[in-house]
């Protein structure tokens, strides 16, 4: 053991660690005997791979060169993929098209062609009971009106097999998602209008569908309005009428009941379509995770796993396949039966780490005082390394991780992003602030109209508890966020004297830009967060870490690409062009081709590289 200083650690985790891995697994289904997988692949420029596994354990790639399964509806995508009876439908992210993929034939595209390059996008794919058709969700852009919003969201039927003109089902809402088939004949979906979210107040829509024409027999009826509902199966459907999102089924005549009550959260918000947190058995019986617990029924059983999610039922109505987070491993494909959920067999494991079990730094839960009189949460990752140990008496850097959303939540399911830091002598905090999932619609709700003021008390209280625990280095506090975790770490540097530092991925530096200058699923989203556009003007203004410069003083490092439609470069530029001008170190980095967030090899490594020389040279870290 040698003793060096904290943050200067040699660390077995390297920036390519994190691109080279083969299998980062991204969702699973089941077919027939045979289990399909998509994995996102860094090295292949952020290529998203379809793998098909048969029952010897045999695997080969579905999608030919070229092909890279990943939809850019809402900006955020997800449900790209349907796998069912042998037949693979896919999204294809460089036209956007929907294409079929039958046996091992060539891909053939279901939809035209559009006028304009991928301004007609697809997602949330299900197929009718009989095989004739296809539902799924249609995203129109129709830039030639000259605006950005003048999107249009549908549900849409067309031919399973083979080319058609796509049938519209439902138009009538700003927003539509999760179509689900009840039985032969009934067909259900979710709807929302602006300035709502996903997670703020839905409507459950159900109608007949008719087989034969692929239209619906009769007008839709809502048979649930006013909640967060998600996730339709069967009559079965994720709300959190209660404040906790749990399993209900509802009637055809829109009689609710709760089926599994727990004071915990089934799910989380609908960023992005296709997730799957619960699954119905044969006789009724929900099936869910909450982390690594699974629920059959009222039954709970206890697993080693950190998270289990996207739940697929076997034909035998007994056999369940899920993902699988650990704390100390990447994520794996995993299968059990509800009878033992902790008799978990392995059926596909993430690819193996040069990392030790004694350089792995573990989650630690913590609480604490915040602003209000408010408990705030967070996972602390201590420096970690089984060949280094800092000085005796001294307290570790730490890095404070503030999540996207801004309605989303910490994990604490392995990461090497985070390993990275805490093997080379950095304290880590993932903070879940006022606003985060997790905890309840009322902790949610904490952030309805406190953006900018209860996320940054938030963050900075957990780097102040922590240096008053001893357990962080008070002149050596540094935080870093992404998207709306961005404009937390601007807003931190420009109105407190917490941090020694910071980093903004992609963050929103001006509100009243965002406002103005987004895309259509988050257009609304600042009314609740902030305030009314354009009746709440001055909050924007005074929320806006561009209109603060006065007080930003600290060294900042921006990463930015140059195609992000949810955030627009100009965020970044202008928070970098006027710290610049009043001469402020600040280092920008921008990149091309990737859009909101990070997936290339090249972009994730030199970032990474980037951002900790920065933290080191700031902190004189040597």
């Known amino acids: 053991m040698q003793t060096l200083p904290f943050g200067t650690w040699p660390s077995p985790v390297t920036p390519a660690m994190l691109t080279t891995a083969p299998a980062q697994f991204a969702d699973v289904w089941v077919d027939g005997d045979t289990t399909v997988w998509l994995e996102a ?14 029952a010897d354990g045999s695997r080969r790639d579905l999608l030919p060169e070229g092909c890279n399964a990943r939809s850019s509806v809402h900006e955020y995508g997800g449900g790209a993929v349907l796998v069912h009876r042998g037949t693979v439908w896919f999204v294809n992210f460089a036209d956007q098209r929907l294409y079929v993929l039958d046996g091992d034939g060539a891909p053939v595209a279901l939809t035209p062609e559009p006028t304009e390059p991928r301004s007609v996008r697809w997602a949330d794919m299900r197929r009718s009971p009989d095989g004739e058709w296809i539902v799924c969700v249609r995203e129109t852009h129709h830039h030639d009106h000259g605006s950005e919003h003048d999107v249009r969201n549908e549900l849409v039927a067309l031919r399973a097999l083979e080319p058609s003109t796509p049938q519209v089902l439902f138009s009538d809402a700003d927003f539509v998602m999760s179509p689900a088939f009840v039985d032969d004949a009934r067909l259900r979906w979710v709807s929302w209008d602006h300035p709502n979210m996903p997670w703020n107040h839905t409507r459950l829509h159900e109608a007949t569908f008719d087989a034969a024409t692929g239209a619906l027999g009769r007008s839709p009826v809502v048979l649930a309005e006013g909640d967060a509902v998600m996730q339709p199966v069967g009559e079965h459907v994720i709300s959190d009428h209660t404040g906790w999102c749990n399993v209900w089924r509802i009637g055809s005549d829109g009689t609710a009941t709760h089926i599994a009550p727990i004071d915990a959260e089934v799910g989380g918000p609908a960023w992005v379509f296709g997730e799957r947190d619960h699954l119905v058995l044969h006789d009724g019986t929900p099936v869910f995770a909450v982390g690594g617990d699974v629920h059959v029924g009222t039954a709970v059983t206890p697993t080693t796993a950190a998270e289990i999610r996207q739940l697929n039922l076997h034909p ?9 987070s650990y704390t100390d491993r990447l994520a794996s494909i995993i299968r059990f039966t ?4 902790d008799d978990v067999e392995v059926v596909a494991s993430g690819a193996a780490v040069d990392i030790g079990s004694g350089d792995v730094s573990q989650p630690e839960d913590i609480a604490f005082p915040t602003s209000g009189g408010r408990t705030a949460h967070g996972w602390y990752y201590p420096p970690t390394n089984s060949r280094c140990h800092g000085p005796a008496g001294a307290a570790p850097p730490l890095v404070v991780m503030i999540h996207g959303g801004p309605t989303a939540a910490a994990q604490t399911s392995f990461r090497l992003s985070t390993q990275f830091w805490t093997t080379r002598g950095f304290a880590v905090v993932d903070v879940d602030y006022g606003g985060s999932t997790g905890y309840g619609r009322d902790v949610r709700d904490e952030l309805d109209g406190q953006w900018g003021v209860v996320d940054v008390d938030d963050c900075c209280a957990s780097a102040e508890w922590l240096a008053a625990q001893g357990l962080a280095d008070p002149a050596q506090l540094v935080i870093r966020g992404g ?6 770490v601007l ?3 420009a109105l407190r004297d917490v941090f020694a530092a910071g980093a903004s991925l992609y963050g929103v530096a001006d509100l009243t830009a965002l406002a103005t200058d987004t895309h259509k699923f988050e257009s609304r989203y600042l009314d609740r967060l902030v305030g009314p556009w354009p009746d709440a003007r001055a909050v924007y203004e005074d929320r806006s870490p ?7 003083d600290r060294p900042l490092i921006v990463f930015q690409d140059l195609d992000d439609r949810v955030v627009p470069p100009n965020q970044s530029e202008m928070i970098v062009d006027a710290l610049r001008s009043r001469g402020v170190e600040c280092e920008y980095h921008s990149y091309e081709g990737e859009g909101h967030g990070f997936r290339k090899a090249a972009t994730i490594e030199h970032q990474l590289s980037h951002e900790l020389a920065f933290y080191q040279r700031i902190l004189g870290l040597t």
């Open 491 to 493: 807003a931190a540097l």
């Open 338 to 341: 509800v009878d033992r959920p």
């Open 41 to 54: 692949r860094p090295a292949e420029a952020g290529r998203m791979q379809l793998v098909r596994q048969l």
């Open 316 to 324: 035998d109505g007994r056999t369940v396949t899920a993902l699988a």
């Open 483 to 488: 998207s709306a975790g961005g404009f937390t």
């Open 546 to 552: 561009i209109h603060h410069l006065e007080g930003f």
